[in-house]
């Protein structure tokens, strides 16, 4: 059975830097691609960042060179660095592994961005 685990969420200040981990079991992550979502409370889920086992990334234009997504295939772990966080970034954050049109999702980590 495949399983996501998300980490590393919290409350930071605006400004401020969080790091998210997704650890996946069950399944290794190549080939495969991997990705971040949030969904604010009241709003659908969005996508933040997508990376290929080939290290290919893509960001939402409203990460604005902000986040960094980045995947540890020996670890089968899933980064996302974030810098500069605002309150409009507050959400829960899921990770995401598409593979072999199989799609799986974590059961998210919380980011509050308040002073």
């Known amino acids: 059975q495949v399983q996501l685990v998300e980490s590393g969420g919290g409350l930071v200040q605006p400004g401020g830097s969080l790091r998210l981990s997704c650890a996946v079991s069950g399944s290794d992550l190549t080939p495969g691609v991997m990705a971040w979502y949030r969904q604010a409370p009241g709003k659908q889920r969005e996508f933040v960042a997508r990376v290929t086992n080939g290290g290919w990334a893509v960001y939402a234009d409203f990460v604005k060179d902000r986040f960094t997504i980045s995947r540890d295939d020996a670890k089968n772990t899933l980064f996302l660095q974030m810098n500069n966080l605002q309150p409009e970034d507050t959400a829960v954050y899921y990770c995401?592994?598409?593979?072999?049109?199989?799609?799986?999702w974590g059961q998210g980590t919380q980011v509050t961005v308040s002073s």
């Open positions: 995401n592994l598409e593979r072999f049109s199989n799609t799986y």
